[in-house]
Each structure stands twice: as structure tokens, then as C-alpha cells.
């Protein structure tokens, strides 16, 4: 259910009551109409709008979208029931939500509103559990009032429902959760002497037993708890999707991520597939002064969202726009670092994430908030509203994307990556219970680190979700520890049928509720790849010790070590005792390469000093081609195609003009020259083509390139 009155979303967050100031609304509007802004979201606050049971105030509201009318700009009403009003925590103070050490959350100050009747958990749900029947009821009014108020408006654009999908690691043990809980085992064991069996707890006399566990360990109970609350928020999520669509069948209904999948979807439920699953436009919260400006780390944000998607449309649903002052995230790093934001950053910024897939853009601030710990942050515009170097910017940028000549370039989308990069929940879930309590922390590293090995090896590495498998060809499985058989069939099948995967150490060691497999590889992978395991080290905290070769190549292990006899593979390096690290093989009409260790948790421990030789190798080894080969391994490249038109993307995230040659591979066409879509300083006679620092070279191509993804 897409809108077409916006060719290209460009916006920002604006209203967070009370910033900015009412007396600057009308001149704010009318400055982003003139800029080019062409839609605003806003954080319409139960807290703030049913100041008493029944009664709404909702003339800020009304004259926000009235102004928005009048500019012809778009809104986005972001809910935020997570925002309580005081009565509400008064009134229905036996449904606050409990910690795992039994300790209630409350009413705070909200650090992104400066504004009342937020929990202070940190997580994205409210202080309130929406378990309890009576606080869902009266949470149902204000989503029903709401949409009931604005659906015909003329400025509506849709609903932003559970702003940045998460929840806290230590929530939700109120007895309504718990309650919740005991059904959700119900419905899945069917019976309390089934669950019993499935936990190793053989005295539960009654459901009312059951208590969730408050510290998390590698045990069955734990695996559900993690699972209840995945099911339990994101089923309050489409309750709120379905109270909306219950009054407005029209609008959009969106919703962003923190693109937190990697590492936050077992503790803190970041599952952004789920999310995006629900909505008809997804998105997600990037702010390089939080998270740092490395490429890989921007190149992250936006790719996994894409994978995510699956297909539908994404936006940069906050991008960062100016300055952070005094937060944890920025103490000790340099300025340069995402800490005070050019006019060159925003540009590059957004520009990465459209690089990416994302086909619309806002900044988390139009202007900064005035008051509270965020004072300042984010806002492109000045304290006061004026305009700055970096709303110029903006405003730019705003105006480029909307002009109808960029209509073939916004309908054109990345293709397929060369490799996919493998995501597991359970694989996740595993490793949090399994390393809970300790600082290694593994899988996140191993992750991360295959990512960024074959993104720095110039390749486009694409997040694939087990569940999507069969719309790529060559997989690599970082820190594959635990998954269940159903998955496991799910691989050999694909293998079988000609897919190429490379895994690393002990793939599926771990089976079903995450009991050890007693012949390794498990769960019937030994013959994928053909091998038997011989020995196993669980050693992560000297994971650095371990050391490998292919062919004869050195390369740094990490994480955990596995040696193998084989089985109907054929040896391809040994460790340096000389037990044997890696593994071909051929299964079906497919390929397996299995590696002994995690070399991906090296790469990233080393940030990228080691192993770049070896992850080069492994493309060499599957006999794929680059889409497209740089000389400059300081530029990024991506290939957009689209039934009305194809276009090779070059970005330089450096401080400093980069030139390189292109080659793009069989079948994508030639760059031309002749007419960038974004300006280019210069192509030299040689065949170099320069690329302005901090900034992207959009080209198109011909002839038509291959079909999208």
C-alpha cells in the first residue's frame, strides 16, 4: 500500500512535544518547502495527548498537520504508546513491567523528547506491559482515537508503528508476562508433563509453577523465554498494526529497526526479517556518531535492512544530521568521528545508504531539541531554525532525488551480492546463553568479520535469513554453532541441489534445544562434508593462538578449533600440529568448503591486518567474478538495475579525491560517461575516473544490465 504523491521521501523527524517552540512552527515549515522537504514525522505521544482517562489535547497536533497541508508536506504519525501517561501508571501500577532482578521500571523524562512517561529501561516498550488486558484496552483507544482523528486528513502519509523495534534484555517478569508465558508453553508442549521432559525439571504439579528464568544460561527454558518474547512484542506490534487497520484501511503502516540483527536479535529482539515482515515500508536508525564512521560499519546499517525488506521499500528512517555532544557512545573518540557533522558527512552518509537500496531519507532532528541530555544533537538545522551549511546540503540533496529525471534511478534496485552472508536466529540465541557470562563474545566478531573481509575483498555481501536460502547460490556460514535439524535438512538440500557453502568450525554442534550432537559434523552434515570430526577445542579466549594454511596460504584462526578425518572430502590445509583444518567437498550437484576455526573472528579482532589474503582465496576458490573490479580498494561499488534504466554506483567515504579504473563483469554493461547522474569532477584521458572525497559517482550503464534481485 504505497503512495505515489512523493516521488522520493526527504524529511525529517520534526515535532517532539515540546521542541522546537510553537512560536517557530509556521517559519519552520515554511523553510522546509522551500528547501525541499517533503515529509516530516512525528512522535505523536500517548503520554502527552491523554492528559486524563478519555481526554485527549490535540491542538499541537491538529496545527502540525494543518501546517504540513498547507507546504505540501507529508506526515508520518509515529505511535508512541510506549510513552505512559502518569495516570495510567497510577491507575494500573499492578501491570508495570518488572526487571529480571525484580525491580519495577517507572516514569521517566524521555531522552530523545525531554518529555514525560517513558520507562527507563533503555528498550523500545513502555513501563506499562501491554500483557495486562486493561492497560492493551486503554492503549487500543488512544491508537483508535488517533488513526479515527487523522485518517482522511490531507497531509497523512501512514503510521510508524513501535518505534525502533527492540525491547530490553531484562524485561518483561510482571505476572501478566508471566501469565502470557505459560500459555505460549502450553500451546507449544501440550502438556505440562511434556515440558517438564523437555526442561530436565520433573516436579511442576501446575502451570502456575513455571516461573521464566531471571539468569540466562545454555539451557532448554532459556531457548523459550528468548522465543516468548520475540512472539510476545512482535505480536503486540501487528495488535497495534491491526488497531490502526481496523480504522484506516488507506495510509501506509511503516516501521524501523536499529538495524540491530547483528548482534541484538536473541537479547534484545532486533529481528528486523520479523518487522519488516508486518509493515509495507521498512526502515532504520544509523547514526554514525553512536555507532562510528568506519565504511564497513555504514555499509552494515544499510545492508542488512535491505536483506531484510526482502523486496519492499526501505527509507533511512533517521539519519544523523548534526553534531553529539556529551553521550557514552562519542567520550574519547576523535571529532572527526562522527562527533560534529559536515556538510560532506551528510552527503556521504545518505548517500551510502541510497547506494545500499534505501529509497528514502530522514533526519532523526530537524532541529535539535533545546532541553534534556540530547541538547543540540542531530538537528541539520540551527538551535534557532535557521539554516546551516549542512541543511544547504540537505536541501541539495532533497531537491535532486525529487526531480523527475531521477525517476529511473530510485526504480532501479542493487542486484544480487556475489556471496550471502548467513543468518541463524538460533545460531544467536545459542551463543548469547553460551557465552552470557563471559567478554568473548564470538559470534557477533565471526559476523561482522566475514562481512567486512568480503566487503574490503570488493564484493557486495548480502545478509541472507535461513529462510531465503534458495534465491542464492554461493552462502558462507560464520560461527555456524548451533541450529536445528529442520535447518539442517533445509542446507543439505540446497547444497544438494548446487548451492556452494562455506562453513566454519562445529556447524550444528549444537542441534535441537541445544543438545551436543554425539557424531560430528551434526545432524547428518558429516556427509555434506565429508568428514568426521577427530578433535574440538571450545577455546575463544585464546582463539588467537590458533593457526592454519590453504594451499599452502597462512591464515589466523580465532573462536574455536575443529580437526577432521576424512569421509569422502579431500584435505585443502592443517593446522600447525598438522591435524587437519580444512575440507572440500562435493555433495549433490554442489560444493562445501569447511574450515576448522572461525578466520572471520580474526579479521575482525585485527580489523582487517589479517586474513584478507585468505577471504580473496575463497572467491577464487568458488570460481564467482566480482560485479565489479576497482583498482582503488578505497571505493565502494554497487550495480542498480531497473526495468527503466541501470547505474553503477563508486563511493568514496575518504577525506581525500580517489581515482580508479572499472571493469564490470559479463553482462552489466559499460559506464557512460557522457551523463552522470550525480556530478563527476573529472574523467581522465587514461580511463581513471575521479570520485570527489566524501562523495559518490553515479553513472549510467548500457546496455541494459541483468535483472534485479
Known amino acids: 500500500m504505497l503512495r505515489n504523491d512523493i516521488q522520493f521521501p526527504y524529511g525529517a523527524v520534526y515535532f517532539r512535544k515540546s521542541n522546537p517552540p510553537p512560536e517557530d512552527w509556521e517559519r519552520d515549515y515554511t523553510t522546509a518547502r522551500e528547501d525541499g522537504l517533503n515529509i516530516f514525522r512525528h512522535w505523536f505521544m500517548w503520554s502527552a495527548i491523554e492528559t486524563a482517562p478519555g481526554i485527549y489535547d490535540w491542538e499541537e497536533y491538529d496545527r502540525q ?8 508536506i507529508k506526515t508520518v504519525i509515529a505511535e508512541l504508546i510506549h510513552a ?23 516514569s521517566y523524562m524521555g531522552v530523545s523528547a525531554a518529555t514525560g512517561g517513558f520507562s527507563n529501561n533503555g528498550g523500545g516498550a513502555g513501563a506499562l506491559t501491554l500483557n495486562c488486558p486493561e492497560v492493551k484496552e486503554a492503549a487500543g483507544k488512544f491508537l483508535t482515537a488517533l488513526a479515527s482523528r487523522y485518517k482522511d486528513h490531507p497531509a497523512i502519509y501512514g503510521y510508524d508503528v513501535w518505534n525502533e523495534c527492540n525491547y530490553s534484555a531484562e524485561v518483561d517478569y510482571s505476572s501478566y508476562a508471566k501469565a502470557a508465558f505459560r500459555i505460549w508453553l502450553e500451546k507449544k508442549y501440550g502438556s505440562l508433563k511434556v515440558l517438564a521432559k523437555a ?24 531457548v523459550d523465554w528468548l522465543q516468548f518474547k520475540r512472539d510476545n512484542f512482535y505480536d503486540q506490534m501487528q495488535w497495534r498494526i491491526d488497531t490502526i487497520r481496523a480504522v484506516d484501511q488507506k495510509n501506509v503502516i511503516a516501521a524501523h529497526g536499529i538495524s540491530g540483527s547483528i548482534p541484538n536479535m536473541a537479547s534484545n529482539g532486533c529481528d528486523d526479517w520479523l518487522a519488516a515482515s508486518k509493515v509495507e515500508v521498512y526502515g532504520f ?15 552494515y546499517g544499510v545492508d542488512i535492512n535491505r536483506a531484510a525488506a526482502r523486496g519492499k521499500p526501505f527509507w533511512h528512517a533517521e539519519r544523523q544530521g548534526g553534531p553529539l555532544w556529551l553521550q557514552p557512545q562519542v567520550i574519547g573518540r576523535d571529532k572527526e568521528d562522527g562527533r560534529v557533522a559536515e556538510p560532506e558527512d551528510i552527503r556521504i552518509w545518505s548517500m551510502t545508504s541510497l547506494a545500499g537500496g534505501a529509497r528514502g531519507v530522514l533526519n532523526l532532528r530537524w532541529r535539535p531539541l533545546l532541553d534534556g541530555p540530547l541538547f543540540g544533537a542531530f538537528g541539520a538545522y540551527g538551535m534557532d531554525g535557521s539554516r546551516t551549511s ?13 526531480d523527475p529525471a531521477r525517476a529511473a534511478l530510485w526504480e532501479a534496485k542493487p542486484i544480487r551480492g556475489e556471496i550471502g552472508i548467513l543468518v541463524v536466529r538460533e545460531t544467536q540465541e545459542w551463543d548469547y546463553l553460551l557465552n552470557y557470562d563471559r567478554k568473548e563474545k564470538p559470534y557477533p566478531e565471526a559476523m561482522w568479520g566475514a562481512y567486512r573481509a568480503f566487503l574490503d575483498s570488493g564484493l557486495q555481501p548480502d545478509w541472507v535469513h535461513i529462510d531465503d536460502i534458495d534465491a542464492h547460490d554461493f552462502l558462507y556460514f560464520p560461527y555456524p554453532i548451533m541450529f536445528t535439524a529442520k535447518q539442517a535438512e533445509q542446507l543439505r538440500a540446497w547444497v544438494e541441489k548446487g548451492g556452494t557453502l562455506i562453513a566454519e568450525a562445529c556447524p550444528g554442534y549444537f542441534g535441537d534445544r541445544g543438545r551436543v550432537g554425539t557424531v560430528q559434523p551434526n545432524l547428518g552434515l558429516d556427509a555434506v562434508f565429508g568428514v568426521h570430526e577427530e578433535t574440538v577445542e571450545f577455546m575463544p579466549d585464546i582463539g588467537d593462538r590458533i593457526h592454519f594454511d590453504l594451499d599452502g596460504l597462512p591464515v589466523d584462526g580465532g573462536g574455536l ?16 600440529d598438522g591435524r587437519l583444518a580444512i575440507v572440500e567437498n562435493r555433495y549433490g550437484k554442489g560444493r562445501t568448503l569447511l574450515i576448522g576455526t572461525n578466520p572471520s573472528v580474526a579479521y575482525y579482532r585485527t580489523d582487517g591486518r589479517k586474513n584478507g589474503a585468505f577471504f ?16 582503488n580498494s578505497n571505493l565502494f561499488a554497487r550495480v542498480h538495475t531497473g526495468e527503466k534504466g541501470s547505474f553503477l554506483w563508486l563511493v568514496n567515504p575518504t577525506r581525500t579525491s580517489q581515482s580508479t579504473k572499472v571493469k564490470l563483469a559479463e553482462g552489466l554493461g559499460q559506464p557512460d560517461f557522457a551523463g552522470p547522474v550525480w556530478p563527476v569532477d573529472h574523467i581522465h584521458g587514461d580511463g581513471n575516473i575521479e570520485v570527489s572525497a566524501r562523495d559518490v559517482l553515479i553513472l549510467p550503464l548500457r546496455p541494459k544490465s541483468v535483472s534485479q534481485w
Open 84 to 106: 505512559v501517561p502518569d495516570w495510567a501508571v497510577r491507575k494500573y501500577a499492578d501491570a508495570l513491567q518488572v526487571n529480571a532482578d525484580g525491580t519495577k521500571l517507572g
Open 65 to 72: 498537520m494543518d501546517l504540513a497541508a498547507k507546504n505540501g
Open 199 to 222: 526442561w530436565n525439571r520433573y516436579s511442576y504439579a501446575d502451570w502456575a509453577d513455571i516461573e521464566p528464568p531471571a539468569h540466562m544460561a545454555p539451557y532448554p527454558e532459556c
Open 285 to 299: 536508525t544509523w547514526i554514525q556518531a553512536r555507532k562510528g564512521t568506519e565504511p564497513w560499519k555504514t555499509w
Open 390 to 402: 549542512r541543511s544547504d546540503m540537505q536541501s541539495a540533496m532533497a531537491k535532486w532525488a525529487n
Open 616 to 631: 580473496a582465496a575463497l572467491l577464487a576458490w568458488s570460481g564467482r567474478a566480482k560485479h565489479v573490479t576497482l583498482d
Open 561 to 576: 578449533l575443529q580437526s577432521y578425518g576424512l569421509t569422502g572430502g579431500t584435505g585443502r590445509g592443517r593446522f600447525t
